[in-house]
């Protein structure tokens, strides 16, 4: 078990169900011992993809059980419903809270959806980079933050953000899609390394760089902890 609520067999990743009965998005549903999970896809999902590529603990890249969390591109929730189950569990018994934030109305429809059966989960239509429409969701400052904006200023708009919510040793992921920044000519690897070093001179130690590649490729998953 990575957690208490997340389990990998083989090379398969299931979560333990806090909706039972139900598929978010078509995956496979499997019971081990009387417990209904749900299959984690990695090629549908960069936590997932970054869970299964990372060489540290896995539990390394997971957020406290029952803490606060902010997402931002939250998408249709996909990632946010696994993230749930650890989280959350049926009913929200632990007490847990994802601030899940995005810009398209389609995938607000979606995360409402998801949130009717699943407390602890707070959908939200606004825009990563303008935190004083959301911002007031947050009081505290949260210790686990994962951005995935595929949008061009990715970096910027992940440093901006954790800055303000994210608390000094927190854990910051940021998924970065190649293909959304601003093309210079210098190749991929390059531009990784450039926004590793911007990373790195903006008050955070980068503690693992996950190549994406096979589940979703030109991705690069930054694993960093706030330090300033
Ligand atoms: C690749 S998808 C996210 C998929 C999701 N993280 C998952 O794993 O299930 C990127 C999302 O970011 C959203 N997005 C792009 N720019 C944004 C911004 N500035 N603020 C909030 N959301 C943004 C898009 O609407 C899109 O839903």
């Known amino acids: 078990m990575l ?3 997340i389990r990998l067999e083989g090379r398969a990743l299931w979560t333990e169900n806090a909706d039972p009965g139900t598929a978010t998005y078509g995956e ?3 019971r081990f011992g009387g417990i209904e999970f749900r299959r984690w896809d990695p090629s549908r999902s960069k936590l997932g993809a970054g869970i299964m590529r990372t060489r540290r603990d896995k539990s390394l890249l997971l957020p406290k059980e029952g803490s606060t969390v902010l997402y931002l591109g939250a998408g249709h929730g ?6 749930h189950d650890h989280l959350c569990g049926e009913d929200n018994d632990l007490g847990g809270r994802i601030i899940a934030v995005d810009l398209a109305p ?4 979606d995360l409402l959806h998801l949130a009717k059966t699943r407390p602890g989960l707070v959908p939200v239509l606004g ?26 200023g990715q970096v910027e708009i ?11 040793d927190g854990t910051g992921l940021l998924s970065l ?8 000519g210098e190749g991929e690897d390059a531009l990784f390394a450039k926004v590793e070093m911007q990373l790195s001179k903006s008050g955070f130690v980068v503690e693992e760089c996950i190549e994406l590649t096979g589940y979703e490729d030109n991705h690069v998953l930054f694993v960093t902890r706030r330090v300033e």
């Open 28 to 30: 496979s549903l499997r």
């Open 106 to 109: 389609r995938c607000l429809r």
């Open 78 to 83: 996909t990632s946010i419903s696994h993230l």
């Open 158 to 168: 992940f440093i901006d953000a954790s800055r303000r919510f994210l608390s000094v």
């Open 177 to 184: 899609k190649a293909a959304s920044e601003r093309w210079t």
């Open 3 to 5: 957690s208490w609520a």
């Open 127 to 152: 825009d990563a980079r303008k935190h004083s429409a959301w911002g007031v969701l947050l009081p505290r400052k949260v210790d686990w933050l994962f951005q995935d904006v595929a949008q061009s």
